[in-house]
């Protein structure tokens, strides 16, 4: 199943900068990232104890912070020194980090970091099939593009996909054009086109889909940033989800629609250049 990660052992955690064993974090129920879900999260994973593509999340993060005015973050430096620790005390080469930005209501934030092991990174993940999100979860998040706490739709959706027996769901706009996945970007080759959702549409930034657009272009593809529709992707050669846990994941299925060979030829080609990107730096250009 697609996010599935192997059993958590995580036995602390890391609240600005210090060390907390266990797992009970003290919360007051008048603060708003209690009440009202008030902060925002990254997810990222390690390579080797190293965290991947840190300074982009961060970046997402201080951005849509600073839009919504939740307080101030620490430096990249400090997040960088505090993951370092944590993975190390926690003895974990290959985690899964979630920063989670908490906004106090003194207009103060906390910056609360856990890590748990998840499989090493590779070149290409394990085939998915995926569906559209049911007309429930339709429209998404509430503030679709910025990665807040309110993300209760996304599992929701990722949760009824999976009863339906796909592993990811897709979000699509009322007039039928493709968005995302619950936690994935979604990439189609539509004539021979690698294609992706444009971030003029309601999607978050992705940055593994901001990775493989670079290595794409490094590697001399063409690639186009548009939107599509169901059909589109129902008639695409290949197609594949990306994100910075699960990585490239080519998909197999898409409702009815199966894809063949598994994976298709520019999906292997444009994990291959983002695998020598990732090997050469594990932050972006």
């Known amino acids: 199943v697609f996010g599935r990660r192997p059993h958590r052992h995580m036995n602390g955690y890391s609240l600005n ?18 009440s009202h879900g008030q902060g925002l ?33 620490p430096t990249n430096a400090e997040v960088a020194r505090w993951i370092e620790n944590l993975v190390n005390r926690l003895k974990l080469k290959h985690a899964r980090v979630r920063l989670h930005h908490l906004c106090r209501s003194d207009g103060s934030a906390d910056m609360l970091i856990t890590a748990d092991p998840v499989e ?7 085939p998915v099939a995926v569906g559209i999100a049911a007309p429930i979860f ?34 699509a706009t009322t007039d039928g054009l493709l968005l995302e996945g ?13 294609t992706t959702p444009s971030l003029d549409l309601p ?9 493989v657009l670079i290595a794409a272009r490094q590697g001399g593809l063409t690639v186009a940033e ?13 197609a594949f989800l990306t994100g910075s846990v699960g990585g ?21 080609r444009v994990a291959d250049l983002a695998w020598a990107m990732l090997e050469h730096s594990l932050e972006l250009p």
Request: net charge positive; proline share 7%.
């Open 138 to 171: 339709a429209r998404g998040i509430a503030m679709a593009g910025l990665k807040t706490m309110n993300y209760m739709v996304n599992r929701l959706a990722e949760r009824d996909a999976r009863k339906r027996g796909f592993s990811e769901a897709l979000f």
């Open 41 to 73: 999260f990254e997810t990222l994973r390690t390579w080797n104890s190293r965290p991947v593509f840190l300074a982009a999340h961060l970046h997402r993060m201080r951005t849509t912070a600073d839009l919504l005015d939740l307080g101030p973050m």
């Open 182 to 194: 619950t936690r994935t970007s979604l990439f189609a080759v539509l004539d021979g086109v690698l």
């Open 226 to 238: 548009r939107g599509f529709s169901v059909h589109d992707l129902e008639r695409a050669s290949e």
């Open 120 to 126: 090493p990174m590779r070149r290409l993940f394990d």
């Open 17 to 34: 900068g210090r060390f907390k064993a266990g797992l009970v974090l003290p919360v007051s129920v008048t603060e708003p990232y209690f």
């Open 203 to 211: 999607i978050l930034p992705g940055v593994t889909r901001a990775a």
């Open 248 to 268: 490239i994941r080519p998909i197999q299925r898409f409702e009815n629609a199966h894809f063949v060979p598994i994976p298709g030829p520019l999906t292997s």
